[in-house]
């Protein structure tokens, strides 16, 4: 399986990038084309290094999301690359659920990424008071500190969730 991220040739669709796994399909955006569920084991399909030209227009709210720091890609940890997590009951009666390491890294940057858009939007509202302000980041940064647990999984500390 190729890593969330990567940018794969698909014979009908062209390139596209791989935003999740499913099993042994890749759910891919194919721009011009949308969302496609594709066999990983597909005949045709290959990695590609370089992306297609990209739009200016795309390139160009993507620097201004990095600047502001939403847009930066998080990297997951290279010794959790291609593992998954494995939950079993205590039992054994319930059959046993496997997730993909990168599915949910990839729910996790999500998460902590809305979060920064939350606190932006709370920030910048004119009609909360400052102390309606300061009650909900306070209920921010608690959710932030509930996350820490899942700062293993980030290769790069600034990444990482902090209740900083």
């Known amino acids: 399986m190729l890593r969330i991220g990567a940018w794969i040739d698909h014979p009908t669709f062209g390139a596209g ?3 999740n796994h499913n099993g042994t399909r890749y759910v891919v955006s194919f721009p011009g084309v949308g969302l496609r569920e594709v066999d990983s ?5 290959k ?3 370089t992306p297609p030209q990209e739009d200016p227009i795309k390139r160009a709210l993507r620097e201004v999301l990095d600047e502001y720091g939403f847009g930066a890609a998080a990297e997951l940890a290279a010794r959790w690359e291609g593992g998954e997590i494995v939950v079993r009951s ?4 319930v059959k046993e659920q496997r997730l993909a390491i990168d599915t949910l890294f990839h729910k996790v940057v999500m998460i902590r990424d809305r979060l920064r858009v939350l606190e932006q939007k709370v920030n910048s509202n004119k009609t909360l008071t ?6 909900l980041q306070q209920y921010v940064t608690k959710c932030y500190g509930s996350l820490t647990s899942l700062n293993f999984l980030f290769r ?3 990444d990482k969730f902090s209740t900083k």
């Open 17 to 19: 990038r791989i935003a």
């Open 41 to 45: 084991h597909e005949v045709g399909i």
């Open 47 to 49: 990695e590609i290094e």
């Open 90 to 93: 205590a039992s054994g009666a």
């Open 130 to 135: 400052a102390t309606e302000k300061v009650d």
């Open 156 to 158: 790069n500390d600034e």
